[in-house]
């Protein structure tokens, strides 16, 4: 009876352990390599080719897994010569955002963790082409939603997947890349809307225990 009641007790006392087990929440750095996929806009999809997305945050927990951030992200695009009829199209655009973050996070085993996360800031995208008549800025606000999965390689650094939505009060239009309309096409342009997929790490700010996993 006492090795049952024995066997009884390690088992209930079996969560409370894991659970004292897993890492603590600490300020961290992250940065990602993403790639934005265009929504409901075509015209920019045909006119443009993605180069890359890069962003980097630090961020600081609060309470119970909550916890704020900052960072920023760039994007690159280049123009395809030939995705307008009539108009050859040559140059670059880029956008710049800075954003403030809040975040949830929380470890599901000892090397293992999720973050949900959204994004509020201030965008800006530069235009550089050979049919612009000056460079085109278009600032607007910039906000997002994100998920991210993570796994440790060390006590201190986690790679990850992140998959999200990121959206810019601003529009694409024929105004931008100096036209005054899209020729051969019927699109007027739309919104500033991307699916966003990419990879990442993330890396706490804590003295390492002199432990291995």
């Keep these: 009876m006492k090795a049952i009641a024995a066997v009884l007790s390690a ?31 075509p015209i920019f999809d045909d006119l443009t080719a993605v180069l890359g997305q890069v962003d980097g945050c630090v961020q600081f927990p609060v309470a119970k ?13 280049e123009l395809e010569e030939h995705g307008l009829p009539q108009v050859t199209a040559i ?34 995208w ?11 800025k278009q600032p607007g606000f910039h906000w997002g939603l994100n998920a991210a999965y993570f796994v440790h390689a060390s006590d201190n ?26 020729p051969g096409r019927l699109d007027t342009g739309a919104p500033y809307r991307f699916l966003t997929v990419g990879l990442g790490f993330s890396t706490r700010f804590a003295k390492s225990p002199e432990r291995e996993w």
């Design 65 to 77: 897994g909550l916890g704020f951030g900052v960072g920023a992200s760039m994007t690159w695009y």
């Design 126 to 136: 530069n235009w550089k082409c050979s049919s612009c008549a000056d460079n085109e």
């Design 11 to 41: 088992w209930a006392l079996a969560p409370m352990a894991m659970a004292q087990r897993l890492p603590e929440l600490k300020p961290t750095a992250q940065g990602f390599l993403i790639l934005p996929v265009v929504l409901n806009n």
């Design 91 to 124: 140059g670059t655009t880029e956008r710049l955002v800075f954003y403030g973050k809040v975040a949830y996070a929380r470890y599901t085993g000892p090397r293992t963790f999720y973050e949900l996360n959204a994004k509020l800031g201030q965008g800006s």
């Design 157 to 182: 650094l986690a790679f990850g997947l992140t998959l999200g939505y990121e959206a810019d009060a601003t529009s694409f239009g024929p105004g931008v890349i100096g036209l005054d309309h899209f």
